[in-house]
């Protein structure tokens, strides 16, 4: 059972346009969740974080938007660039108490163009 | 600061075998993760360690997989005997410990078993 759910496998982008990236989760006791960017032959690494108690979080030229409600987030990537072309993780974690216990999504694989 | 350190990169290894990963986690991280990656299921949890004590080994897939972490700087994932479907790739993850404190991951092993 995917409590995290990734359900586009693959996205392609222009490069200078926006990327938006989709996850939808189904356990109510996820509090926060977190984007992770994984190149190929590498780890996945942290990019970017909200809690629960925030809709929108941004760094940069990357933002990330939770709606509660809907049991969605995503990530927007704007401008898009080739660098940016690489597996993305969505994550979540719940009250489980001191460690980061995360659910990972599938990935999406992300393809900025020229 | 090293990251999270795994060997080795690749195991090619035949159906039958012992097969042991390790892992050395950032050092003043006292929790340790053990993740595998496969296409279908994407990153799922096999085990974590807090001040290594095994916490949750729910996603250990069977009797065949056993993992320990003898002291802060080390940890072994070993699948006895190893079968085709274990072929994956193996990532071991660190964290400060602190709740929603982000993984750092090592770049994997993968693992193919013949």
């Known amino acids: 059972d995917q409590q995290v759910k990734q359900n586009s496998p693959s996205l392609s982008v222009q490069e200078g346009r926006i990327s938006i990236l989709n996850c939808d989760y189904t356990?109510?006791?996820?509090?926060?969740f977190l984007w992770y960017k994984k190149y190929p032959a590498e780890g996945p690494t942290f990019l970017i974080s909200?809690?629960?108690?925030?809709d929108k979080n941004e760094d940069g030229r990357f933002t990330v938007f939770l709606n509660k409600s809907a049991k969605h987030l995503s990530l927007h990537i704007v401008p898009s660039q080739p660098g940016d072309s690489a597996v993305y993780f969505c994550?979540?974690?719940?009250?489980?108490?001191?460690?980061?216990?995360?659910?990972f999504g599938t990935g999406t694989r992300l393809q900025v163009t020229l | 600061d090293a990251g999270v350190i795994q060997s080795p990169r690749h195991e090619v290894t035949e159906m039958g075998q012992e097969v042991t990963l390790r892992c050395k986690p950032i050092?003043?991280?006292?929790?340790l993760f053990w993740y595998r990656q496969t296409m279908m299921r994407g990153l799922e949890l096999l085990i974590y360690f807090n001040n290594n004590v095994p916490i949750d080994d729910s996603g250990m897939p069977e009797d065949r997989f056993s993992a320990k972490m003898p002291n802060a700087s080390f940890s072994t994932l070993k699948i006895q005997p190893s079968e085709p479907r274990d072929s994956a790739v193996y990532f071991c993850?660190?964290?400060?410990?602190?709740?929603?404190?982000?993984?750092?991951f090592g770049n994997g092993t993968r693992l193919t078993v013949t």
């Open positions: 993850a660190s964290t400060p410990g602190l709740h929603n404190s982000p993984l750092h």
């Open positions: 050092s003043g991280h006292n929790s």
């Open positions: 994550a979540a974690n719940g009250r489980t108490g001191t460690a980061s216990k995360l659910t």
């Open positions: 356990n109510s006791m996820f509090d926060y």
């Open positions: 909200i809690s629960s108690i925030k």
